[in-house]
């Protein structure tokens, strides 16, 4: 399958982008090159796009999430509404403009705030997602300071309010947007204990979320690390050519394997390190991640070698250990520095 034609944005209109090169981080010659990405509402399909945030080499890549849209003949199908005010906001106008249409229904992939903060810009509309999902957004809230070390995503932060789901699912579901079929896949534990994916199977578009992160390094606050490699297995089995993930460029089942790839290097090192004793933030400083160092947000290496660490000991819980993330992240960082 060929991507269709592309729509840039800037100032939040849309505009034809044609012959647009991605520009290319050039680190050296043992490490692979790691692309740059645009923001922009891609149309990948008809009544199909993916919205992609600028990002790449040198960029902290943080809160950055993709999110997807559906059209249908009496409204869109909003995949994620990003975190931000300003990014939601962006985005929801994009999809406006470029359809002449409205949202009617949103699905969260899951509830980290940088794919569900921006739900209340979108409602009153039906809202679905798992159930763990719904209770972990109200569990988490709206932070009291959210984004503070970025002023320059601060524009609207007082609009921000809790939207959790509304619709809660069990299992799968079936949703028709016109001529397109949107199927609801949970695929959890994963990243999260409540992960969903969505998939188009007339396009062979899948919609990952943070079950597929490229170029960037995932964030296991809530992983189950070595369930989320067998959740990359079931993905790798399906009928698809394009894969959004929950960050990073649109790509196909080559960067979701990469994904794979980073996350079982990364529990057999940590594997070893563990049963030597060494601190969660130690090791993951201590593991050599070959082609994955240049990948962004590398301190989430930390985050993920602790949740690792509680699955051999038993202890994994669904809920983020923040306390003991933040300090392997701390521990991670000056392991670094004194290299």
């Known amino acids: 399958m060929k991507l269709a034609g592309l729509l840039g944005f800037g100032a939040w209109l849309p505009e034809q982008v044609e012959g647009r090169t991605a520009q290319v981080s050039r680190v050296s010659s043992s490490v692979p090159e790691i692309p740059s990405w645009p923001t922009e509402l891609r149309r990948l399909a008809p009544d199909v796009y993916a919205y992609t945030q600028a990002s790449g080499p040198g960029v902290d890549n943080a809160s950055l999430s993709n999110a997807g849209v559906i059209a249908g003949p009496e409204g869109l199908l909003a995949i994620d509404t990003l975190g931000p005010p300003i990014h939601a906001k962006a985005f929801k106008s994009a999809a406006e403009t470029a359809t002449g249409r409205k949202f009617n229904r949103v699905i969260n992939t899951h509830h980290h705030r940088d794919h569900t903060n921006g739900n209340c810009f979108f ?150 390190r563990y049963a030597l004793g060494m601190s969660p933030g130690r090791a993951a400083a201590d593991i050599p991640l070959g082609r994955f160092e240049t990948w962004t947000n590398p301190e989430r290496n930390a985050w993920n070698t602790v949740r690792l660490y509680a699955e051999f000991a038993g202890t994994l819980k669904p809920e983020q250990d923040l306390a003991a993330q933040n300090a392997a992240v701390a521990e991670y960082l000056a392991a670094r520095g004194a290299r």
């Open 123 to 272: 409602t009153p509309i039906e809202i679905v997602s798992s159930e763990y999902t719904r209770q972990a957004t109200i569990d988490d809230g709206i932070p009291a300071r959210p984004y503070d070390n970025r002023p320059q995503w601060q524009a609207g932060m007082s609009e921000l309010r809790l939207a959790p789901p509304t619709t809660t699912l069990s299992g799968g579901a079936t949703y028709r947007y016109g001529e397109v079929v949107v199927q609801v896949i949970p695929n959890y534990p994963a990243h999260t204990f409540g992960d969903l994916m969505v998939y188009l199977p007339q396009h062979r578009i899948l919609f990952a979320g943070d079950v597929g992160f490229s170029y960037v390094t995932p964030a296991g606050h809530n992983g189950y690390i070595t369930k989320w490699i067998e959740a990359i297995d079931r993905v790798t089995k399906m009928d698809v050519d394009v894969i959004v993930p929950g960050h990073g460029p649109i790509g196909t089942k080559k960067e979701i394997a990469d994904t794979r790839t980073y996350l079982e290097l990364l529990a057999e090192e940590a594997r070893k």
